[in-house]
């Protein structure tokens, strides 16, 4: 299967048209901050809008390539992305392509997030250290230390609807996303993301909700990698719980590929665990019950 085919096909749900037909609320135009398609003026619009909030209409189908990091988002801010695209310049030094500071609120919805590098760091496409919203996005290719793709840190709360997580990487955990707060994951699909370490798809050691969605082809790959497809752990606080999802087609170095459990508490719900390589949950220091071989 071509998992970019398989984004683009999701991300073309996205759009004014969708939206409208699945009853998402649409911002009134005279409430919104119209954003030409240049990167100096979207970093601007971020900046007016920390003062007291607002909506950020990007211009549909721009590329905004970024040579310098955007600001923190500070204040209640929503993006509408008419399918525009947030990326890093591949000659630019490392950054992530979005910052929610603790009093942030970021309500991101039909855009693609890319090419994002937080070396050294958590959170290479999006960190969260307050409340994220992404909605109907694509966030692509991109890399960090923890959490290539979105990062939800201590205290934070993130939700990802009808969205697709794909292609990034970690050096250590969380290829796809990583939790260290509340995160929910709904309707979404994570696909083809890689962890040296544990959780090539996720990598949770909080509390993390994940519901009809479907976690495949994700590795952790390294010397030491589990949990191709989700990793929970760092003791009896962290809990995951899958329902009406699948976590299939996953691998990694050492038992399980699948579902890996440390300490904390996996509850599967209406979710298969198979396929996956070596072991579907087998060989996980803490047992995930439901779940076979």
Do not use: W
Not at 134 to 152: C, P, Q, T
Request: hydrophobic letters at 35%; charged letters at 10%.
């Amino acid at each position: 299967m071509n998992h970019s085919k398989l984004a683009i096909r999701t991300l073309g749900t996205l759009g004014a048209a969708a939206l409208m037909a699945t009853g998402v609320a649409v911002t009134p135009a005279a409430a919104q901050t119209f954003v030409p398609c240049l990167t100096d003026a979207l970093a601007g619009a971020i900046t007016d809008a920390n003062t007291s909030g607002g909506t950020l209409a990007l211009a549909p189908g721009c590329i905004y390539t970024l040579t310098t990091p955007l600001p923190s988002i500070q204040n209640t801010i929503t993006i509408m992305g008419g399918g525009a695209t947030i990326t890093r310049d591949p000659a630019a030094s490392t950054f992530r392509i979005l910052k929610v500071d603790s009093t942030g609120n970021l309500d991101l919805c039909d855009a693609i997030i890319a090419n994002g590098d937080a070396t050294g760091d958590f959170g290479g496409g999006i960190r969260n250290d307050g409340a994220l919203t992404v909605r109907r996005s694509l966030i692509r290719d991109n890399h960090a230390d923890y959490s290539g793709g979105i990062g939800g840190n201590t205290g934070s709360t993130t939700l990802v609807d009808h969205s697709v997580i794909s292609g990034n990487s970690a050096l250590h955990n969380g290829g796809g996303l990583s939790n260290d707060g509340n995160m929910t994951i709904t309707s979404s699909t994570v696909v083809n993301n890689t962890a040296l370490e544990l959780g090539g798809g996720v990598a949770n050691d909080a509390t993390l909700t994940v519901s009809q969605s479907n976690v495949f082809d994700n590795s952790a790959s390294g010397p030491t990698g589990a949990g191709g497809g989700i990793a929970n752990f760092g003791g009896a606080g962290a809990t995951t719980t899958l329902t009406r999802s699948k976590v299939d087609s996953n691998s990694a170095t050492n038992a399980p590929g699948g579902v890996y459990n440390n300490g904390g508490s996996v509850t599967l719900d209406f979710t298969a665990v198979f396929p996956n390589s070596p072991t579907n949950c087998f060989g996980s220091p803490t047992a995930v019950p439901g779940c076979v071989a």
